[in-house]
């Protein structure tokens, strides 16, 4: 038996960045990655010449060295900033819908107005009002949520009591006509899993406001590089890190965390377990059910699990002007009713809406010289794909990367001839990588009942602590955050001899 501070299970976004705070405040951490490299969703792969980015598309709450973000200022904070080179990227994104629409929003507020403007001149006031409710709203959040106004009430902050938790749609609704201007603001939704009809106005708000305020931003190396220096870094501090080693069981007695039994069945004592695995796993599959409370279950099995996607990963045998791509992110529809697409993501077709990043338009050096790589993907939930049986698994996946593809060829014909390498992933493929339900990556769907105003996320077993998608938001700025938020939990925890703070 091995005793230790505390045990951190999984080296995605989350956990490392736990573990990383908990080394650096000299807290004698191990941590247990069942996979072989850290990152979990954070991390790349080799096909040929190509290292393919599996997740990043666009980070967000960097800002800029004269406006620093949320993440810019924790991975200062972190001491790793200086070890990592961010590319920003000028543009949030171009969308098309072929013969329909074509437009492309900078990453600066006037200039995504002016754009929005001329292509939907009879909209003109009401895009002006739009924003300013945006901007209005995400200043009153930054007051009742960072800030935490102890004197915070609908008359001090009318914008967030009354918009917070209303549908995005309804909003959309409200101020435009032109289904196409809907569809143009609304396309961030995936980036959070859920329609514009399902997601609150305030999740929504924030992510745009967010991604114009602090830019978007890739990083040379990638996400695992990022992963691969919060190790280093953690591993530095004098942290202690098992890969192919899953957590199997989290001991508890008498409701306390007592310790971690790994898969390879190394029984480590400790009174601090981090889990970067779901919650649903860490409650259901990893903890004696004598020791979870009911309550517990009952609130975990009220939540939904949320999507998972189906990428198409392209090596090109050219650099991107020769295939006509100018903008690192594009969004590529056939239809603009965004609940539409939503109902396909629950059904073995290609994705009516996908986004297709081309790393190398931003980061040149991305990808080998004279070639370049991009991401197609769509957002699909695991279910239908957990009904193909094996022998039709590889069928059904090329089938569907072939209609996904057809699609691309539409907005850049070229594409088709220049393809060196294609790997496909689908929701199976991220259940595998990375254990979770669904293959879930942004965690259980986002819904605004689910969120940060209602939920406690504190653990009712004393000494467990959550961090990752499962246990707040899904994306990098969140989850990175998240873990080293925890940390400082985990600290104060120890600092007052108690199971969690
Ligand atoms: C295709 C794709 C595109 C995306 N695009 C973006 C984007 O552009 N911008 C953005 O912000 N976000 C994006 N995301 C979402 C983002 O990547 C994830 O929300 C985030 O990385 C999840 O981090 P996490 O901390 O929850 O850990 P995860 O990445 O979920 O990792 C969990 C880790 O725990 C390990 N683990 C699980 N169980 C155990 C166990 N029992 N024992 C030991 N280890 C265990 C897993 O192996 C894994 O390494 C994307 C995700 C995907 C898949």
Not at 13 to 42: F, I, Y
Not at 234 to 241: I, K, N, P
Not at 465 to 482: I, K, R
């Amino acid at each position: 038996m091995t005793d230790v501070d505390a045990v951190v299970i999984g080296a995605g976004n989350g956990g490392l960045t736990a573990a990383l705070g908990l080394a650096r405040a000299g807290v004698q951490t191990l941590l247990l990655e069942r996979h072989n490299v850290p990152g979990g969703c954070a991390t790349s792969f080799i096909r040929g010449r190509f290292e393919f980015e599996v997740a990043l598309h666009q980070l967000s709450g960097m800002g800029t060295e004269s406006f620093p973000g949320p993440l810019r200022d924790m991975l200062t904070r972190l001491e790793i900033i200086d070890r990592l080179e961010f590319i920003q990227m000028p543009n949030l994104y171009r969308l098309v819908l072929p013969d329909q629409l074509d437009i492309t929003l900078k990453a600066d507020r006037s200039a995504a107005v002016d754009s929005l403007k001329a292509r939907f001149p009879a909209e003109t006031e009401a895009i002006d009002r739009f924003f300013d409710l945006v901007y209005e709203y995400c200043t009153q959040w930054v007051g009742v949520t960072i800030f935490r106004d102890p004197e915070s009430s609908p008359e001090k902050y009318p914008s967030f009591f009354k918009y917070a938790l209303k549908p995005t749609q309804t909003i959309l609704d409200d101020f435009f006509k032109d289904p196409l201007l809907k569809a143009t603001l609304g396309i961030y939704w995936s980036y959070q899993g859920l329609p514009p009809s399902r997601l609150s106005f305030g999740d929504f708000a924030i992510v745009l406001w967010a991604y114009i305020e602090f830019k978007p931003f890739h990083l040379k190396g990638g996400s695992q590089a990022l992963s691969s220096t919060l190790l280093d870094a953690f591993l530095q501090a004098g942290g202690d890190v098992r890969f192919n080693c899953g957590a199997r069981e989290i001991q508890v007695a008498d409701g306390q965390v007592t310790g971690v039994v790994t898969d390879a069945n190394d029984q480590i004592a400790t009174r601090h377990v981090v889990s970067n695995a779901s919650t649903l796993a860490t409650y259901v599959d990893l903890i004696d059910k004598a020791h979870v409370p009911a309550a517990r279950l009952r609130e975990l099995g009220a939540r939904t699990v949320g999507t998972s996607f189906v990428n198409v990963f392209l090596g090109f045998d050219c650099e991107p002007a020769e295939l006509e791509i100018t903008e690192t992110t594009n969004f590529v529809a056939v239809t603009d009713d965004l609940d539409e697409v939503y109902r396909k993501t629950r059904a073995l077709t290609a994705p009516e809406a996908m986004l297709f990043t081309c790393y190398d338009v931003d980061d040149p050096d991305f990808s080998p010289p004279g070639a370049c790589q991009a991401a197609l993907v769509g957002l699909a939930y695991a279910e239908p794909w957990l009904t193909v049986p094996p022998h039709d698994y590889f069928d059904t996946k090329y089938r569907i990367a072939g209609q996904m593809l057809e699609v691309l060829y539409r907005v850049f014909p070229r594409c088709r001839d220049h393809i060196e390498e294609l790997e496909i992933g689908t929701p199976v493929t991220h259940m595998r990588y990375l254990g979770h339900p669904g293959g879930a990556a942004y965690g259980f769907d986002q819904y605004a009942k689910d969120g940060e105003y209602f939920l406690d996320r504190r653990s009712p077993i004393k000494g467990l602590f959550h961090v990752g998608a499962w246990a707040g938001m899904g994306g990098f700025q969140p989850t990175l955050m998240s873990g080293y938020s925890t940390s400082r939990a985990v600290v104060r925890s120890l600092q007052a001899g108690k199971g969690n703070g």
